[in-house]
């Protein structure tokens, strides 16, 4: 059976996007790109709201932009592997107002049913991701999550689109940790339901 995974960068104080909805501040280096290409590897399927799939839609493109804060000769290898595991995962698209979608492997369903994902999660041999943060409330909410990936940036943003939940009260069992040397920290949580 496969596991529901919520992986997300986060503010140490808890953001995913600022006040403006800004991503720039979570930018990975090259050693933050490989970790999540590893990471990835293991995905079948990736749910989306609708927000986190246009921002990941970008790496449906052949030529990428190299972030500034790669340094090594190897930058279009770390980019171009992220880019085809991405590619290769099936897609789930959750919204009522996407009429197409501009990636592979990608389907919309207009409607998070958790009987479907129960489903899907004991017909899959991979783990599934769950991408944005209404998206994984309801999962969180309705049980659905097994597992949490949070990577820490060392920055405060002060408010903005929160990461987890409002009034969620629930025992994690922290299963692993790391640190980065940008000041990263990765903590993989799992659910105690």
């Known amino acids: ?13 808890g953001y995913m996007e600022d006040d403006d909805g800004n991503l720039a501040w979570s930018i990975s280096d090259e050693e933050i790109f490989t970790f999540w290409a ?10 989306y709201g609708r927000r986190m799939y246009e921002a ?9 932009q190299i972030p500034s804060n790669f340094t090594s000769g190897d930058q279009p290898d770390t980019l171009s592997e992220f880019a085809r595991i991405w590619q290769k995962a099936e897609k789930i698209v959750y919204s009522r107002t996407l009429q197409d979608v501009s990636s592979a492997r990608t ?13 899907l ?34 920055i405060i943003l002060g408010g903005g689109k929160r990461a987890l939940p409002d009034n969620l009260n629930m025992p994690l069992e922290l299963l ?18």
């Open 1 to 13: 059976m496969a596991k529901l995974i919520y992986p997300i960068n986060v503010s140490l104080d």
């Open 176 to 193: 692993s940790e790391r640190r980065f040397a940008s000041g990263v920290v990765h903590l993989h949580y799992r659910l105690m339901l």
């Open 107 to 119: 389907r919309i369903d207009d409607e998070f049913n958790p009987d479907a994902i129960r489903k």
């Open 38 to 47: 590893d990471f990835l590897c293991s995905i079948g399927t990736y749910l």
């Open 121 to 154: 999660k004991e017909s899959s041999s991979s783990d599934i991701t769950i991408g944005g943060p209404h998206l994984a409330k309801q999962a969180i909410s309705m049980g659905l999550v097994d597992e949490l990936h949070i990577l820490i940036h060392p």
């Open 56 to 64: 990941m839609v970008y790496w449906e493109k052949e030529k990428l």
